[in-house]
């Protein structure tokens, strides 16, 4: 199994709502991220998890909220989030020894 | 300063024929390179990894060059589809950099026509 799975596909949300976006991977890695992507940009880092720790959050706002229950499993909680906010989250994992991040497809979030 | 640059930014070819993706980068000290494709709204997917020692590496009808020392690689898509209409990003890792700290290029935007 080389695969990252994320769910929901799509999720419109309004400002005072609270949302979860889930991320799974079942290929032993130990390393789990998310990113954000705007259209036509590249992806930027928002959190990595080591070994299920919080190990890099870049500067993002509280409104976002990591949580990794087990190595299989990262969780992306969303609370008061801003239109800007609207993107492609994607959740990536990777081998301890080769590093190469697989992506999953990504959850494409408007907030409305 | 750690950078990516790729050219062209975009690129349309006609069904059947071969194109060249060019990446340029200033990343040090470097320890691999990645070129992904990413489909519209989807994740991006891997196509190769070449690390310092190796200067070609071919994934069906892709084929991914890296120069170390003038820091460039290139990737070669033969026999164009359809299919290969998408965005292909150049990724590099530095070598002992914190976990996860990779430098993204901005992509070439490839659409191929029929």
């Known amino acids: 199994d080389t695969e990252v799975t994320q769910t929901p596909k799509h999720l419109v949300m309004g400002m005072t709502n609270k949302k979860s976006l889930k991320c799974e991977q079942h290929m032993g890695h130990r390393a789990m991220y998310w990113y954000k992507q705007k259209a036509k940009k590249p992806p930027e880092l928002m959190f990595v998890y080591s070994y299920e720790k919080l190990s890099i959050n870049e500067s993002v706002p509280s409104r976002f909220s990591p949580e990794c229950p087990n190595s299989s499993l990262l969780n992306l909680h969303l609370h008061a989030l801003q239109p800007e906010d609207s993107a492609l989250y994607l959740c990536?994992?990777?081998?301890?020894?080769?590093?190469?991040?697989?992506f999953g497809p990504g959850t494409r979030l408007t907030v409305l | 300063k750690n950078q990516v640059e790729q050219s062209p930014q975009s690129l349309i070819i006609l069904e059947g024929k071969n194109c060249t993706l060019q990446c340029n980068y200033t990343v040090s000290p470097f320890s691999n390179l990645r070129w992904y494709k990413q489909d519209t709204g989807r994740g991006p997917v891997s196509l190769t990894i070449?690390?310092?020692?190796?200067n070609t590496k071919s994934n069906g009808r892709y084929t991914a060059t890296l120069d170390a020392d003038t820091k460039q690689s290139s990737l070669h898509i033969t026999a164009s589809q359809l299919s290969d209409s998408a965005s292909y990003i150049c990724v590099v890792s530095a070598r002992g950099s914190t976990l996860g700290r990779l430098y993204f290029g901005r992509g070439t935007q490839l659409t191929v026509w029929p």
């Open positions: 070449m690390t310092f020692s190796e």
């Open positions: 990536a994992s990777s081998h301890p020894v080769t590093d190469t991040q697989y």
